[in-house]
């Protein structure tokens, strides 16, 4: 059976995410902190073996995922398919303006309700769904390989509880598990019942801008 290694890489940290927002489907670029992550990422990944890389087409991905495509001379495939959650009329908004505004999306949000659809966006199962499709015909075309996947927290919090068996049909409510930006969650897939976890949001390659702090770039 050929191993696969998958990387679930989180983009940099956006503008966004420095001012405390709800980045969704919107064409958020990163910060100058987020462009410097992502290039000291591609440094640590291009020691690696990377066989493909495929990205969500939002801009704040895609300029991660840049640097590393540039080292390695290989193409970025961009999918919709691991967009962050569309979060509806909660995009671009504050935590506060969203608790105040709309207070049962913003809830049930930050509470995990798995199939509460945010008004004008999605369900984290809608989610979820398209997510792990796309996951699987990738883990199908590119058996044997090393993958890289860059994506975002919400994207990659629901493969990872997909990949280590943690959600299910009757799944009401999730925990959540946090991955900074330029993250990386690190499987070895031997087949769909041998999934092994090497790394969960391993920030090493950043210490030299975040210090000792993994969360400092959230």
């Known amino acids: ?7 679930l890489v989180r983009h940099g940290q956006s503008a966004g995410n420095a001012e405390g927002r709800f980045g969704g489907h919107s ?26 890389i495929y990205s969500s087409d939002l801009h704040r991905a895609v300029q991660t995922a840049e640097p590393l495509a540039e080292l390695l001379n ?10 962050e959650r569309k979060v509806g009329v909660l995009e671009g ?3 506060d303006e969203s608790k105040a505004e709309f207070p049962k999306d913003y809830y049930a949000l930050v509470n995990r309700s798995v199939h509460h659809v945010i008004t004008g966006g999605e369900s984290y199962r809608h989610l ?4 792990t499709q796309a996951l699987h015909e990738i883990l199908y075309s590119h058996r044997g390989e090393n993958v890289v996947i860059f994506s975002h ?38 087949g769909r019942s041998n999934i092994r976890v090497l790394g969960f ?7 030299q801008v975040t210090g000792n702090d993994a969360f400092a770039a959230r």
Request: aromatic share 6%; proline share 5%.
């Open 201 to 207: 949001n391993d920030t090493r390659h950043l210490v």
């Open 1 to 7: 059976m050929p191993v696969t290694r998958l990387n």
């Open 93 to 95: 908004k504050t935590f």
């Open 27 to 52: 064409a958020t670029p990163l910060s100058e902190l987020g462009l410097h992550q992502a290039k000291i990422t591609a440094r640590a990944l291009a020691k690696e073996k990377i066989d493909v």
């Open 74 to 83: 290989l193409p970025i495939i961009k999918t919709s398919a691991f967009r």
């Open 153 to 190: 927290t919400g994207a990659i919090c629901f493969l990872t509880l997909y990949l280590i068996g943690a959600i299910h049909p009757k799944t009401k409510t999730t925990p959540w598990l946090v991955t900074s930006n330029c993250g990386i969650n690190r499987f070895e897939i031997r």
């Open 128 to 131: 979820l769904r398209r997510a």
